[in-house]
Structures are given as C-alpha cells and as structure tokens.
Nanobody, 115 residues
Framework: QVQLVESRGGLVQAGGSLRLSCAASGNIFSGNVMGWYRQAPGKQREVVARITSGGITNYADSVKGRFTISRDNAKKTIFLQMNNLNSEDTAVYYC?????????WGQGTQVTVSS
C-alpha cells in the first residue's frame, strides 16, 4: 500500500519562502515520477513541478525561477522549495506519485500567501 504524507503548509507573507516535503511509504518501485500539484479555490488542479527518479525536473511556467523540486531517493521523499511567494501561489498543494501507470495522491496541505 503506497501512502504519501505531506508536511504542513502554512501562512507566509508575499515575498517569503516555504518548504514542503512529501514522504512516500510502501513499494514505490524505481522509474517513478513524483511531483507537486496545486488547486486554488474555484480552479482546476494544476501541475507545479515534477521530478523523475533520475532527477529530471520540469516546472510550470508560473513558478520557474522561484520554486525548486528535489528528491532523496533513499528516503523516498521529495521537497518543494518555494521562494518569492505571491498571492497567486495560494492553494492546496498535493504530492503526487506516478508509477506503474497509477497515480497516488497525498492528502493535500494548505499554503496561504498574504499580501
């Protein structure tokens, strides 16, 4: 049984930083892709950043240069360093694991940026 547990988000002022983590448990196999998605009120869930087990990353245009995704394969954990946050980043952030043609999701964590 695969489970994803995200760290707590929080409230941060515009221009501030926040770091999220997501720890996977269970057999996640190699060759997986992990990432972060977010969903703001009234909007669809969107991809923020993804990283392969080999370390290849991609980012949404809206976060390029501000967010950095990384992973520790030994600990089955990914991280999202978010800098220079703005109000448009306010959303529930979800950790995702894609492996063996299946998607797994964390419970979501709220990030609120105050202006």
């Amino acid at each position: 049984q695969v489970q994803l547990v995200e760290s707590r988000g929080g409230l941060v002022q515009a221009g501030g930083s926040l770091r999220l983590s997501c720890a996977a448990s269970g057999n996640i196999f190699s060759g997986n892709v992990m990432g972060w998605y977010r969903q703001a009120p009234g909007k669809q869930r969107e991809v923020v950043a993804r990283i392969t087990s080999g370390g290849i990353t991609n980012y949404a245009d809206s976060v390029k240069g501000r967010f950095t995704i990384s992973r520790d394969n030994a600990k089955k954990t990914i991280f999202l360093q978010m800098n220079n946050l703005n109000s448009e980043d306010t959303a529930v952030y979800y950790c995702n694991l894609y492996v063996m043609a299946r998607n797994y999701w964390g419970q979501g964590t709220q990030v609120t940026v105050s202006s």
